[in-house]
């Protein structure tokens, strides 16, 4: 089976990386999208963020992370992926998800999307919160994986 995870990861976090491990468990091959969302001013350039997620996720075997633009379904049919993989915090994201998902499905038929439901450790974790902390000089080990920890401080604290 080959899947693929779509998202913004401006920046990556630990929700997604641990969505992306467990993800990884459940197929031969994994593909992370970093994307463009045209609704969200992002923080980091495609390319840092891709690169980020690789070091993030650098330890995993079946895992490709590529950067893309366009639609999530027509992604997944040209990665001849079987399935999306979506991460869910709250009935929030259910609900937004499950909309997205629907609509993917009219566009990808034999695509299935896949909802994984945060860990209850982790339900609190958004790249929205890392980006709301590091205004305030908070302590962000528990948001952010330690191998690029210094990094986002950085970049989200003092810029360039």
């Given at each position: 089976m080959k899947a693929i995870y779509p998202g913004s990861f401006d920046p990556i976090t630990t929700g997604h990386?641990?969505?992306?491990?467990?993800?990884?468990?459940?197929?031969?091959?994994?593909?992370?999208?970093?994307?463009?969302?045209?609704?969200?001013?992002?923080?980091?350039?495609?390319?840092?963020?891709?690169?980020?997620?690789?070091i993030a996720v650098g330890d995993v075997k079946n895992i490709l992370v590529q950067r893309h633009d366009g639609l999530t379904a027509e992604l997944a049919k040209?990665?001849?992926?079987?399935?999306?993989?979506?991460?869910?915090?709250?009935?929030?994201?259910?609900?937004?998800?499950?909309?997205?998902?629907?609509?993917?499905?009219?566009?990808?038929?034999?695509?299935?999307?896949?909802?994984?439901?945060a860990k209850p450790e982790l339900k609190h974790i958004s790249s929205s919160a890392v980006k709301e902390l590091a205004n305030y000089d908070a302590d962000l080990s528990e948001y952010v994986p330690d191998e690029i920890r210094e990094e986002v401080i950085n970049e989200l604290r003092h810029g360039r």
């Open positions: 990386v641990d969505i992306i491990k467990r993800a990884a468990k459940l197929c031969d091959e994994l593909v992370v999208l970093v994307l463009k969302n045209s609704k969200k001013g992002t923080v980091f350039s495609i390319d840092e963020r891709v690169i980020l997620a690789k040209e990665y001849g992926a079987d399935a999306i993989i979506r991460g869910v915090r709250n009935m929030t994201d259910f609900d937004m998800e499950s909309n997205i998902a629907a609509v993917n499905s009219k566009l990808a038929k034999n695509i299935e999307t896949i909802l994984l439901i």
